[in-house]
């Protein structure tokens, strides 16, 4: 796959010089980014924690996730979706298409090697990337050295888990949304759900589906707009007017054409932020809920609207308005975030909260896959990192090749 060079250093850590870009994470970025070096000849390594590609997706999602957006908005570069799928493909369908383009741009990620550090060495001008590989025998330590550094661990790499007042005392399951499968195992339960994006909607549907009696925390305000509008994708739609009128204009006749689908969303407990939905997302990365029935369900009454939680007791939950709801199980629809701050050390590109600004940095180093804008957003980082990388490659790849540079990566190896 890629030029090296390899050698162990004093402490028995195997050194690898890769002769292109380390890519971290093989979820749909990483891929991405890979396919796109791999159509210009650039080779590359990329390397995976986990044991499969796109582990978000084949270990962290529920069974009913479907893509929330039409597939066109949703194929990666150079490989669009089988014609057969439908406008909308299940958890299972992504995952084949996935495999499929990791199988038909030949990429081979290394896999269940965790990254412990990333940073750039001033002295010999390339990152060390040092990762752990572990089985239930040995332990093992790898340093890849690098000119070229491409983070695509993306915006949900590890679940969050709030502070709530009580949350330990709680005899029943608690769950992060992400361990979440399916609402058979919950059949006649009373099960709080704390969120209400996408995926605390979602679950809260498919609980009711199952005869549970979903309770979904609403602690702040969120738009909720239906998924079709006149049989029309509710985004497609939106970038389609968006050719034509401002953004605000587009707001305002999504938000009237939601209220003739919906109806008042406040009248069940669920205020509408003041912005509308398209400037929120620009402007604050908050996604509106695109809704396939749960809404219908919190009309009938199958699902429960509830105000914020003030604090959590043996059997029950005290909420803010003072009520108090018997609950049996938790599900933690509270989000997630990027882990990039626990194994990257630079602190000028990346924000201490694990976002880039942007998609390039310094020294080499690009961001795939942190836009906030899904995986339309994704496929255009690799595209514009790829190019990026191409136009500097025959620069690098002369440099790698002249002998005089061997001397100085085994002095810089031998320093470590």
């Not at 587009?250 to 932020?273: A, C, E, H, M, S």
């Not at 938790?330 to 942007?358: D, H």
Request: net charge positive; glycine share 8%.
């Amino acid at each position: 796959m890629c030029n090296f060079t390899s050698q162990n250093n004093f402490f028995g850590r195997r050194c690898v010089w890769v002769n292109g870009p380390v890519i971290v994470g093989a979820g749909p970025s990483g891929l991405a980014v890979s396919a796109c070096l791999r159509e210009q000849g650039i080779p590359f390594v990329v390397i995976e924690r986990s044991d499969c590609i796109a582990s978000l997706w084949q270990k962290h999602t529920y069974d009913r996730v479907k893509l929330h957006l039409p597939k066109k908005f949703c194929q990666l570069p150079r490989l669009p979706f089988p014609q057969e799928y439908p406008e909308y493909p299940s958890k299972k369908q992504f995952i084949t298409y996935l495999e499929n383009y990791a199988e038909t741009f030949d990429i081979k990620p290394h896999f269940n090697e965790c990254v412990l550090s990333a940073k750039y060495d001033e002295a010999c001008h390339f990152w060390r990337v040092v990762t752990v590989s572990k089985t239930d025998l040995t332990r093992s330590e790898t340093e890849y050295m690098c000119q070229m550094l491409v983070v695509a661990t993306g915006e949900n790499a590890e679940g969050v888990v709030p502070e709530i007042d009580g949350l330990e005392e709680f005899s029943g399951e608690v769950i992060h949304v992400k361990d979440y499968k399916s609402g058979k195992s919950y059949n006649g339960k009373k099960v709080l759900v704390v969120g209400c994006g996408n995926s605390g909607m979602e679950v809260s549907l498919d609980l009711s589906n199952h005869n549970a009696k979903p309770s979904m925390v609403v602690r702040s305000s969120v738009h909720v707009l239906p998924r079709e509008i006149m049989g029309k994708s509710t985004f497609d739609l939106a970038m389609m007017l968006m050719k034509w009128i401002p953004l605000w204009l587009v707001d305002k006749l999504l938000l009237i054409l939601t209220w003739f689908i919906l109806g008042n969303t406040q009248n069940y407990g669920i205020k509408r932020p003041s912005l509308g939905p398209l400037q929120l997302k620009n402007h604050h990365g908050k996604t509106p809920v695109l809704d396939i029935g749960a809404f219908q369900k919190i009309r009938s009454g199958d699902i429960t609207v509830v105000p914020g939680i003030k604090r959590f007791n043996r059997n029950s939950v005290d909420l803010v308005n003072g009520e108090t709801v018997d609950i049996d199980s938790v599900v933690l629809a509270t989000g997630y975030r990027s882990n990039v701050p626990y194994w990257l050390q630079e602190t000028e590109f990346f924000a201490k909260n694990g976002f880039p600004n942007g998609w390039k940095g310094k020294h080499g180093l690009y961001a795939s896959g942190f836009t906030r804008k899904g995986l339309a957003g994704a496929s255009a980082d690799a595209i514009k990192i790829s190019q990026d990388i191409g136009k500097g490659w025959k620069e690098v790849s002369n440099k790698n090749k002249n002998k005089q540079n061997v001397p100085t990566l085994r002095r810089c190896i031998s320093t470590f």
